[in-house]
Nanobody, 127 residues
Framework: VQLQASGGGLVQPGGSLRLSCAASGAASGFSFDYYAIGWFRQAPGKEREFLAGINFIGSSTNYADSVKGRFTISRDNAKNTAYLQMNSLKPEDTAVYLC?????????????????WGQGTQVTVSS
């Protein structure tokens, strides 16, 4: 499974961004709805932090307390894409944002639960 995160950029405090995570598979018969998706971020000198997860069919989500009420995870299985809508952004949200996939997973915290990782996209919140 290959994952590509996009949609990052520079935004002012209080602003919004929507990140996308596009998935593809090398093998024939790849099915995006076989995988839970998690969003994580990593700032310089800090550990990778779980933000949000969505299960493989999109019926259940999990959020870190630090982003609950500000970030929303969603997925469109027909487009093989997951999203992270980020509102009310703060300077402390500045980091590289990554998406990851877990086979038939619930979208739970814990980077070790995820089998596949994509390249990150930089989000900078600054005036």
């Amino acid at each position: 499974v290959q994952l590509q995160a996009s949609g990052g950029g520079l935004v002012q405090p209080g602003g919004s961004l929507r990140l996308s995570c596009a998935a593809s598979g090398a093998a024939s018969g790849f099915s995006f709805d076989y995988y839970a998706i998690g969003w994580f971020r990593q700032a310089p000198g800090k550990e990778r932090e779980f933000l949000a997860g969505i299960n493989f069919i999109g019926s259940s989500t999990n959020y870190a307390d630090s982003v609950k009420g500000r970030f929303t995870i969603s997925r469109d299985n027909a487009k093989n894409t997951a999203y992270l809508q980020m509102n009310s952004l703060k300077p402390e949200d500045t980091a590289v944002y990554l998406c990851a996939a877990e086979t038939l997973g619930p979208g739970r915290p814990g980077a070790g639960n995820y089998n596949f990782w994509g390249q990150g996209t930089q989000v900078t919140v600054s005036s």
